[in-house]
Each structure stands twice: as C-alpha cells, then as structure tokens.
C-alpha cells in the first residue's frame, strides 16, 4: 500500500502502526520530522527501540534480529534502518523477512531515491506487508499554505504575497522554509503580521528588488537574460544554495502555466486564476503562458525534478554547471531540444 505523508501521521496519531514503512524521497527535512513524530509517538524505551545502516548485509541481518526479538514489557518493538543506499545484499535480507513479518515490530527503512523503482523487490514487499510513502517536493501553492499555517502556529500573520516571496527565494523545501520563517518570526518581533517587506529585508533584498526576477525569465525562455541572472545570483554565493533554489523557481514557474493553462480550457477567468495560482504584479503572464504547450511544460518539469535528483545522489557533478546545462536546455525551443 502506498501513503500520503499525512496520512502517516494520521495513522500513527491514531495508534495504527503497520509491521513496516519503507520513506522515499528528496524531501529530508520533512521525512525526518516525520521519523521523529513517529519515535515520539510510539513512545519506544531503550529496551524497545534500535537504529541500523544497514551497510552490509550483516547490518541488515542484525536489524532483522532485533525486528523478531520480542518487545520487553511493551506492546512493541521500533526499529528504524537509515540507509539511503542500501547494498543489494542487504535488500535482500530485509526483502526476505518482510515475507513473514514479526507482528509485534514495526520496521522504518529510508530511502533517499525520489520514487521507488518498479523492479524493486524490497520495495514490492514492503508495499505488501506494510505501507510505502514518498516525501515529494512541495509544490509552491502547498508550500505557501504551510507556511501561512505555520506562521499562525507562531502567532504571526504570514501575507500571502510574503509567502511567495519567501518561496520564490528560498525554494520548496520545507527544511529551508521552515528555517526561513522562524528567521522571520524573530525579525518581525512582537508585530503580528510578517509583509513583503519584512520578507525583504529579512532575506536581504533592496527595497525595490524583486523576487520573482528568475521565475519570469524562465518562463519567457530567454536564454540571455537567464544566464545574467543566475551569473548575479552566483556572485558571492554557495553554488549549491544557488542551484536548489532556482530549480524550486524554475519547477514553480511551468507549474503554475500548466495550471494555468488548464484552468482556462475549464472556463476559469484569468482574474480568478491570478488569485488562485497567486500570481502577482505579472501583467505578461498569460501572454508568456500562451506560447508553450502542455506537452513541452510536463516534458520541463520532469527534466527539473530529474536535474535536482542527479544533484542530490551524484556528488561529482558541478552544481553551477549542470544548472546552465538545465537552462540552456529549458531555453531552446522544442524542435531544437528533440534534435539534441
């Protein structure tokens, strides 16, 4: 079976815990929290819990063990293995005792992969014995709704239009956001609300700078104009900083126009669409959205998540380099692209 993130957490609120969950994902922030929601509800004590690499096959087997000893004087057993890339060895171990489960233990494996593979028998297993979940990048009209949640958590008003901007630099990833808003929080003192402004000023934008520079570029697919920009983007900073926010811009951009797109074929009214896709201060817009299809867009956003994936597991490769690649590759219209 497979879950969404939040119902795991419902399901683990409401005492329900499966003999395994196997995590996917590139979101590690959010799949984290997560692991610790679900340590803190289980209510596991030394004799109860154990932590994994699952490294090696024998790790694995030593998981395993533990998995089958019986809980001391508990109802059960928690035992977690944190192994992005898990030896095929290993996998195979694991694989083989989720045929037979110990009722009494529930099993937590973690993957750093996006999705799990189709032929992935681990996977297939755990799937058919408990639940497998992945932690997808948020996209940026969830991202803004937690975020306003969050904030009012804090005791603070979040503008929608700061949302956006916070989103439009610093990503999807709610480990940077959540970062970000506390950052905010302490910034905006003892005032309620947090403005576009505070958001500004907190990310250290001058007063006229505007956020959404990158997003707008790429939409218009103007190759030199996005080159500049990321050139201004880099100077003086970590490249890595650099890369992961401006694919969060670039996913957020065609997803929007996708939407957008969609919702007009539905009969929806460009008014109501800006409201609801949030779109500010854009008056080209439609215009922007009009020249690039379906197709084209779905085929760009796969390559952003693909770009961001390969970052994410493939050390050797140059973030800078690879984020031009990207752009140049966005960039070129679509016959070119298909040649090359």
């Not at 799937?127 to 996209?139: E, M, Q, R, V, Y």
């Amino acid at each position: 079976m497979e879950l969404r993130p939040d119902e795991l957490l419902t399901e683990w609120r409401a005492g329900r815990f499966r003999p395994v969950y196997y995590l996917f994902g590139t979101e590690p922030a959010e799949k984290a929290d997560a692991v610790l929601a679900l340590k803190a509800l289980f209510k596991a004590d030394d004799f109860n819990f154990r932590e994994f690499s699952g490294a090696t096959a024998d790790d694995a087997a030593a998981a395993v063990a533990e998995a089958l000893t019986l809980p001391v004087f508990a109802e059960r057993r928690l035992v977690i293995v944190r192994g992005p890339k898990l030896p095929a060895e290993a996998r195979a171990v694991l694989a083989d005792y989720l045929k037979s489960a110990a009722a009494a233990t529930t099993l937590i494996l973690l993957s750093d992969e996006r999705r799990p593979d189709k032929k992935d028998a681990l996977a297939a297993a755990a799937a058919s014995a408990g639940a497998i979940c992945a932690f997808s990048p948020l996209d940026p009209e969830e991202a803004a709704a937690r975020l306003i949640a969050q904030a009012k958590r804090a005791g603070k008003i979040l503008a929608p239009q700061a949302a956006d901007a916070l989103i439009a630099e610093a990503g999807t990833e709610w480990g940077a956001l959540a970062g970000e808003l506390e950052k905010l929080t302490l910034f905006a003192g003892d005032g309620a609300e947090i403005s576009l402004d505070a958001v500004r000023a907190c990310l250290g934008y001058r007063k006229a700078a505007d956020p959404w520079t990158f997003e707008r570029l790429i939409q218009s697919r103007d190759l030199k104009a996005c080159l500049g920009q990321l050139g201004e983007l880099f100077s003086g900073a970590k490249p890595d900083e650099v890369v992961f926010r401006a694919l969060a811009q670039a996913r957020g951009a065609f997803l929007k126009q996708l939407r957008a797109k969609r919702m007009l074929k539905a009969g929806v009214a460009p008014r109501e669409i800006e409201t609801r896709l949030r779109i500010f201060y854009d008056r080209d817009f439609f215009v922007r959205a009009a020249r690039v299809g379906e197709e084209r867009l779905r085929r760009d956003l796969r390559r952003c998540l693909e770009t961001e994936a390969d970052l994410k597991s493939k050390s050797w490769l140059d973030p800078k380099l690879e984020l031009e690649r990207l752009v140049v590759e966005l960039c070129t219209p679509t016959s070119r692209a298909a040649a090359a």
